[in-house]
């Protein structure tokens, strides 16, 4: 991936507030990433699909995906995005509060390339971040978009 081009990231989270901390925590990792808020799965299925209200919107080179939501929870969206050929490769990690192994399982079932558990320390939150971004957006290799 080209690294003047932003990094592509949708955010799939209802809790306004963890949506700015992830924010804030990608801006002092000072990334250059292009995020998007969804509040729950439908509203991210609608962003993927380019349906209203998003219409033209890009592709994401990743996923972070809440487990606990409204309508849609984390669970079906990944469900579905996995069992669609035109989503199925964009990587989804769960970024949620659950600890739960059940929940840990089921991801990993469904296909999620990472499973983290958000940190309720705002240092330990901003270290999961920072590791996050090193890893996904320094280490690993996306696939380009299209392919």
Same mark, same amino acid.
Request: include cysteine; hydrophobic fraction near 45%; aromatic fraction near 6%.
């Given at each position: 991936?080209?690294?003047a081009?932003?990094?592509?990231?949708?955010?799939?989270?209802?809790?306004?507030?963890?949506?700015h901390?992830?924010? =804030?925590?990608?801006?002092?990792?000072?990334?250059?990433?292009? #995020? /998007?808020?969804a509040?729950?799965?439908?509203?991210?299925? +609608?962003?993927?699909? /380019? +349906?209203? $209200?998003?219409?033209?919107?890009?592709? $994401?080179?990743? %996923? #972070?995906?809440?487990?606990?939501?409204? *309508?849609?929870?984390?669970?079906?969206?990944?469900?579905? %995005?996995?069992?669609d050929?035109?989503?199925?490769? =964009?990587?989804?990690?769960?970024?949620?509060?659950?600890?739960?192994? *059940?929940?840990?399982?089921?991801?990993?079932?469904?296909?999620?390339?990472?499973? %983290?558990?958000?940190?309720?320390?705002?240092?330990q939150?901003?270290?999961? =971040?920072?590791?996050?971004?090193?890893?996904?957006?320094?280490?690993v290799?996306? $696939?380009?978009?299209?392919?």
């Amino acid at each position: 991936m080209n690294a003047a081009k932003p990094f592509v990231v949708l955010l799939v989270e209802d809790e306004p507030a963890d949506a700015h901390l992830v924010r =804030i925590a990608l801006r002092e990792n000072r990334l250059l990433v292009d #995020l /998007h808020v969804a509040g729950d799965g439908v509203e991210a299925l +609608q962003f993927l699909r /380019h +349906q209203e $209200p998003f219409g033209e919107t890009p592709r $994401p080179d990743l %996923i #972070l995906l809440d487990l606990n939501m409204p *309508r849609m929870d984390g669970r079906e969206f990944l469900a579905v %995005i996995k069992n669609d050929p035109a989503l199925s490769k =964009i990587p989804v990690v769960v970024l949620t509060t659950s600890d739960v192994e *059940r929940d840990v399982v089921a991801s990993y079932k469904l296909c999620a390339a990472s499973y %983290i558990t958000k940190p309720v320390d705002m240092e330990q939150f901003m270290a999961a =971040i920072r590791g996050l971004s090193d890893y996904w957006f320094a280490l690993v290799r996306l $696939p380009e978009k299209g392919s």
